[in-house]
């Protein structure tokens, strides 16, 4: 039971480390250049747009 927890948690800390983006957190937004707030750059690492933009961004995609 030990060993089957202990790959568990394993398994978990690669996923994690592998599923975290790659990119670099931009300091103005790539559509409108914009400055984006360092508190929105803390919560989304690895943003590249403004709360503005990325809204509009999603909102086309559906």
Same mark, same amino acid.
């Given at each position: 039971?030990?060993?089957?927890?202990? &790959?568990?948690?394993?398994?978990?800390?690669? %996923?994690?480390?592998?599923?975290?983006?790659? @990119?670099?957190?931009?300091?103005? @937004?790539? &559509?409108?250049?914009?400055?984006?707030?360092?508190?929105?750059?803390? %919560?989304?690492?690895?943003?590249?747009? @403004?709360?503005? @933009?990325?809204?509009?961004?999603?909102?086309?995609?559906?």
């Amino acid at each position: 039971m030990a060993q089957a927890h202990a &790959d568990e948690m394993l398994a978990r800390n690669i %996923a994690s480390v592998v599923n975290r983006p790659v @990119c670099v957190t931009a300091l103005f @937004c790539e &559509d409108c250049d914009a400055p984006i707030p360092e508190q929105r750059r803390r %919560a989304v690492w690895g943003v590249t747009r @403004c709360v503005s @933009c990325q809204d509009m961004g999603e909102r086309y995609s559906r």
